[in-house]
T-cell receptor
């Protein structure tokens, strides 16, 4: 079946630190991969995505590279800010899935302190 | 565009009471979803719809019913609320779930407490 595994949080970093949130997946075929972010008190919003192997998604200083050989899609940011404090969800969409919705990981809470 | 809106934002119920959560989207999306979010559990899909007049079960459908009478609205009903249904409920929509690059757009959530 399809599944997503994320590193467990919470993750606490000082401002300007380097961030990595690990995400690995299990899927039939080659899915599309996503990172969603949930800021406090809000719904989820798309942060970035990649649709094929070796693609790099990027947005707001965040990056993630689709690694087929390691079935991973780790989220990185070189210098985090307090405003990046949120919950981050990795997700996949099975290719040729018909009507199958997204599969989400359990989320990783990030807290950035000044 | 308002995007995805949810009504109400907060609600407190007593065990056994019923209620309906309303989700509305103005993006002409075909697909709509209801999730619940619980601490340590991430997002779990309750029901979804692939178009007007259709519904399908997700991962945790028991105790919930849904209806999609109009394309822009997706209703989630609790017929007899239980404390285990205390959660934050999110609605989402997307243009085509079958397109592997598709983006889901989420509403702001409804926080439900069942006493």
């Amino acid at each position: 079946g399809n599944s997503v595994t994320q590193m467990e949080g919470p993750v606490t970093l000082s401002e300007e630190a380097f961030l990595t949130i690990n995400c690995t997946y299990t899927a039939t075929g080659y899915p599309s991969l996503f990172w969603y972010v949930q800021y406090p008190g809000e719904g989820l919003q798309l942060l970035l995505k990649a649709t094929k192997a070796d693609d790099k998604g990027s947005n707001k200083g965040f990056e993630a590279t689709y690694r087929k050989e390691t079935t991973s899609f780790h989220l990185e940011k070189g210098s985090v800010q307090v405003s990046d404090s949120a919950v981050y969800f990795c997700a996949l969409s099975p290719r040729n899935s018909g009507n199958t919705p997204l599969v989400f990981g359990k989320g990783t809470r990030l807290s950035v302190i000044a | 565009n308002a995007g995805v809106t949810q009504t109400p934002k907060f609600r407190v119920l007593k065990t056994g009471q019923s209620m309906t959560l309303l989700c509305a989207q103005d993006m002409n999306h075909e697909y709509m979803y209801w999730y619940r979010q619980d601490p340590g559990m991430g997002l779990r899909l309750i029901h979804y719809s692939v178009g007007e007049g259709t519904t399908a079960k997700g991962e945790v459908p028991d105790g919930y019913n849904v209806s999609r009478l109009k394309k822009q609205n997706f209703l989630l009903g609790l017929e007899s609320a239980a404390p285990s249904q205390t959660s934050v409920y999110f609605c989402a929509s997307s243009f085509l779930a079958g397109a592997s690059t598709d983006t889901q757009y989420f509403g702001p959530g409804t926080r439900l407490t069942v006493l």
